[in-house]
């Protein structure tokens, strides 16, 4: 009985410990309204506030100098200094209660500052009464009283006055200082007069005031809400919306100044400690106080909430609240108090939660707090009782079964204990327990580091076993797995596998075996050391290629190399590994040594030759394509080989290449720019056959690639110029189809198609051209005449004179200002005219001649008409075919000369008729003879300046050179030119040539 009443008594003495009064002071009051005096300023005053001694000493410059003015001006002068000097005393008095508030920090000395206050406030208010006197002006009186009654709203008791005289001003004043009377006309009915009134008129401003004005109104809105008088006494009964006011006014505050912020905290706490009375929770205070933590105000507070905090037996917010009011009381005479209240509140909680980390860490703490005062009786108490907790924290810890928070704080409490305050004995043992527990605890790194330091104490095999254990530990800090993680690994955690690393560098040193190297190869690929992994594994494979890491090892090089592109590495690997008939393995799968060397000259081969690197890309690539005739890149190889092969000036083995591409693999992607590639390159070696080879089958395979107009061109000049010419004609008919081609080539093209086929293919073929022309050309005058030439010797060829005539009207319907015009109307008259001229040839047998005379005037007049057609062919103009026409007219003469030779008069008839017939005939033969000699001259001039084609000028050339005297002709006992006629026959036939070839 005598034991419970002990246990009863002592449990309600523990309570009434912990239930202790306040330590730490706490003030407030509710009677003064913080920052009433900023909320009331004016805001074009406020934009050119005075900041620092400088503008203050430029302000009081002004002021003197415009004081000493003041008494001689007049008129809107006087008006300006009374207004400028009211404003700058009212704006230095804004500067002074600044600095007197904090708000401003300065490095003058303004004390007595109450009484420069007073001075300054007292001179703009006399300033703003003079101005009011003087002037007219309804809006500059109405402000001047603003800042007057303002003033002494602020610093007497003539508030009501004060409140009334601005209003009479009020509807003069500008929106911003309109809605400041109102906000003090609402202050004052709130406090003096009509709270409910005086709510009402702050509510409708406090949204359009600063910030501060804001603050201060939803404090007094809070006040009357939560029925407090002037004095903050409870007189009415407490709406419960006072508390979002303060709320609201709290959080506002959180950015002011320290001594605005410390006001604001004062007035909120009375506020709500007076609404509240004895009801008032410290748990549910209506405002945040962590928008005042940074005010020593608010300490108090904090500790009134940690006891709330004790009764409700949440230790560890009272502890935590606690804590923070040790740190920031340090030095003050409330810390021992302090401190002892927070070792007894850790001792319930440990308590009362069965862990002791919190106890041992908090004993740990005042121990050494304490330490220098050893003697004490606080530092033996502290002392016996940690101790006791270490020695039971440990005992907890090495347990089999216990739970990660015992061992935790085993851990925790034995390492402060060792470090601190264990004797030299006790260390020993304590590290390899700690080690123990840090282990089974997850604490490895500091497991690590007690094994790496007793590796060093011990020796031999024991030495051995404490790197195993620090590196089993280290395994698990750096999350690396026992067994070489070949299949890959994520990075992470780069520091504690370079400890790993150095650690499986200790072992390797005496195992040498492959499975530690192969840890200490993947450490470095893991920490972007790849090169010294595959340094070390590649020296290994080389003594020691037996066994399933040399594979992994070889795999994982082989792999990496390919996919970092180090084409050579993975060549000399790809060899080694064949070399020593290693299969390379990775990640569960078999690679073979001879497709990854594939690999690598191919791409290596690319690579090279990307870097213009020609003669070794050759090589590569020619290996490759030598020996790796199935693989599906070959048709690639071949491609950039031959461009190797063409940049390396090996031109013949670069045609040679591709022409091993195209046929090899006729369809792939590259055949297209490997046909123009090797058309390209065998043209300036003259390799007419090949480039024809690669540009034929470009423009049968492509024919809609955008470069296959020009290689037509080349196409074209290729086979005319090795007389190719039906491959030729099909090139230029499809140029002249193709849409793409400008509309004048397409009509060159078929001019070509039908020049082409008139000379050296078929008829059809060439009226295919001509029809072409016509359809596209239309326009084009010279391109028609050209058409029109070749119709008009296709109608000679015929002897279709009537189509001649047809197309000889149509020509001369054309410009004859160009010369294919020219040309083609001259051809076509000419034809006529000789055809013509075959009338002239006639023989007459004198005796069945009835009249010979009228015989003789119709022959006459038969050449004349005849020699108007061939002067016809010149007069249009300087062409080719009016030199044959003067030759073939001179035949013409020759002929009729013959004729009229053989027409005789019977010598019976009357002399006079006889006469008369004789006369005529000589004059016709002596006309046609200087018809003859006119038309053989200017052939010969035209051919002379080299105005016609030179089968015409070989033909004028030599009927003159052979040509007998005019003279002989008047012989009558024979005909000179009968041998002309042969002559006559063979320029038919020339002509006829020129019209059409032969081959029709």
């Known amino acids: 009985m005598q034991r419970l009443v002990f246990l009863l008594f002592s449990l309600f003495a523990s309570e009434m410990v912990l239930a202790q009064r306040p330590i730490v002071p706490l003030n407030y009051s509710s009677r003064y309204v913080p920052m009433l005096d900023e909320s009331l300023r004016d805001p074009m005053l406020v934009k050119n506030l005075v900041r620092d001694d400088l503008g203050f000493e430029h302000i009081m410059q002004d002021i003197n100098l415009q004081r000493q003015e003041l008494p001689t001006a007049r ?41 420069k206050i007073t001075n300054v406030q007292k001179n703009a208010n006399y300033y703003a009464v003079e101005l009011a006197r003087f002037t007219k002006s309804n809006t500059q009186r109405a402000r001047a009283f603003y800042h007057l009654y303002t003033n002494r709203y602020l610093t007497s008791s003539a508030k009501g006055s004060s409140v009334r005289s601005l209003k009479k001003v009020q509807n003069h004043l500008n929106g911003y200082l309109k809605r400041r009377v109102t906000f003090l006309e609402g202050m004052y009915m709130a406090e003096y007069k009509n709270p409910d009134k005086g709510i009402k008129l702050i509510r409708s401003v406090i949204g359009s005031m600063p910030v501060r004005g804001g603050i201060s109104g939803r404090l007094v809105i809070a006040k009357k809400l939560a029925g407090l008088n002037l004095r903050g006494r409870r007189v009415r009964k407490t709406d419960s919306s006072y508390r979002k006011y303060l709320a609201a006014a709290a959080y506002r505050s959180r950015n002011l100044g320290r001594k605005e912020k410390s006001a604001v905290f004062s007035y909120t706490l009375g506020v709500w400690r007076s609404a509240e009375g004895r009801n008032a929770s410290w748990a549910s205070y209506p405002f945040k106080i962590s928008h005042f933590s940074d005010l020593p105000e608010s300490y108090g507070m904090i500790e009134r909430i940690a006891i709330s905090d004790m009764k409700s037996k949440d230790y560890r917010k009272a502890i935590s609240k606690y804590s923070v009011l040790s740190n920031k009381l340090a030095g003050s005479p409330y810390v021992e ?43 033996r108490t502290i002392r016996a009782k940690h101790a006791q907790l270490i020695n039971r924290e440990l005992a907890k810890g090495l347990r089999t079964k216990t739970t990660a928070n015992v061992r935790n704080a085993a851990i925790a409490a034995a390492y402060r204990y060792l470090q601190k305050f264990a004797s030299d004995g006790e260390k020993i043992t304590i590290e390899s327990k700690i080690a123990k527990i840090y282990a089974r605890a997850g604490q490895h790194q500091k497991a690590v580091k007690i094994y790496m330091a007793l590796k060093d104490k011990a020796s031999g095999k024991q030495s051995f076993n404490f790197l195993n254990l620090a590196i089993a530990s280290q395994r698990t800090l750096a999350h690396w797995p026992a067994a070489a993680p070949w299949n890959g690994i994520n990075k992470a955690r780069p520091q504690n596998r370079t400890t790993l690393l150095a650690m499986m560098e200790l072992k390797y040193q005496s195992t040498q075996a492959w499975a530690d190297l192969a840890h200490i190869g993947l450490l470095k690929i893991n920490l972007n050391r790849g090169p010294e992994a595959f340094s070390d594994w590649l020296a290994k494979i080389k003594t020691n290629p037996k066994g399933r890491h040399p594979q992994l090892a070889t795999g994982f090089m082989a792999l990496a190399y390919k996919g970092a592109k180090q084409w050579q590495s993975l060549e000399d690997l790809s060899r080694l590994a064949m070399e020593l008939r290693i299969t390379p393995k990775f990640k569960g799968k078999t690679y073979s040594a001879y497709i990854l060397l594939a690999d690598a000259l191919f791409f290596g081969g690319k690579e090279l030759f990307a870097k213009n690197d020609w003669q070794n890309a050759i090589a590569k690539l020619k290996e490759f394509t030598d020996i790796y005739v199935k693989d599906r890149r070959r048709a690639e190889g071949f491609f950039v080989l031959a461009q190797a092969y063409h940049n390396n000036a090996n031109h013949p083995e670069s045609i040679e290449t591709l022409m091993t591409l195209v046929n090899t693999y006729p369809n792939n992607s590259m055949e297209q720019q490997a046909l123009l590639f090797g058309g390209e390159w065998s043209i300036p070696m003259a390799y007419e056959e090949q480039t024809i080879f690669f540009y034929q089958r ?105 189509e001649v005539r047809r197309l000889e009207s149509k020509i001369n319907r054309l410009s004859l200002n160009q010369r294919s015009v020219r040309e083609a109307l001259a051809q076509a008259r000419l034809i006529l005219a000789q055809a013509d001229s075959k009338r002239t040839k006639a023989e007459f047998f004198n005796l069945g001649l009835t009249d010979p005379q009228k015989v003789l005037d119709k022959q006459y007049a038969l050449f004349s008409d005849v020699k108007k057609k061939f002067d016809a062919v010149c007069e249009i103009g300087e062409s080719s075919f009016c030199a044959p026409a003067m030759m073939i007219l001179s035949e013409t003469t020759k002929n009729t000369l013959t004729a009229i030779e053989d027409i005789s008069i019977p010598q019976t008839l009357d002399e006079s008729i006889v006469s008369k017939f004789e006369e005529r005939k000589l004059g016709i033969i002596a006309y046609l003879d200087k018809v003859s000699r006119e038309a053989d001259a200017q052939a010969l001039g ?47 036939d020339d002509f006829g040539a020129d019209v059409g070839d032969s081959s029709w």
Do not use: C
């Open 942 to 988: 035209i051919t002379e300046e080299g105005q016609t084609t030179p089968d015409w000028s070989r033909e004028v050339q030599w009927t003159n050179d052979e040509q007998l005297e005019f003279d002989q002709t008047n012989s009558t006992a024979g005909n000179g030119f009968v041998q002309w006629s042969p002559v006559m026959e063979k320029a038919s």
């Open 75 to 115: 008129g809107l002068r006087r008006l300006e200094l009374l207004e400028s000097l009211y404003l700058k005393y009212q704006n230095l008095s804004y500067f002074l209660i600044d600095v007197k508030e904090g708000r401003t920090t300065v490095t003058a000395n303004y004390s007595p500052i109450d009484s």
């Open 337 to 379: 108090k302090i401190d002892m209240r927070i070792i007894n509140l850790y001792e319930k909680r440990y308590s009362h939660h069965k862990t002791g980390i919190a106890m041992q860490k908090i004993l740990a703490q005042y121990q050494t707090k304490y330490s220098k005062q050893e003697s004490s009786k606080n530092y």
């Open 698 to 802: 470009f423009v049968n395979k492509y024919p809609h690639n955008r470069k296959t107009l020009e290689v037509r061109r080349i196409l074209a000049d290729l086979y005319i110029g090795r007389e190719i010419y039906g491959y030729a004609a099909r090139i230029y008919q499809d140029q002249s189809k193709d849409n793409r081609v400008p509309p004048e080539e397409r009509l060159r093209a078929a001019l070509a198609v039908m020049d082409i086929e008139a000379r050296h293919g078929e008829v059809r073929h060439a009226k295919w051209g001509a029809r072409q022309v016509k359809k596209m050309g239309s326009h084009d005058h010279d391109a028609m005449a050209t058409v029109y030439s070749f119709e008009t010797k296709i109608a000679a060829r015929g002897n279709n004179l009537k």
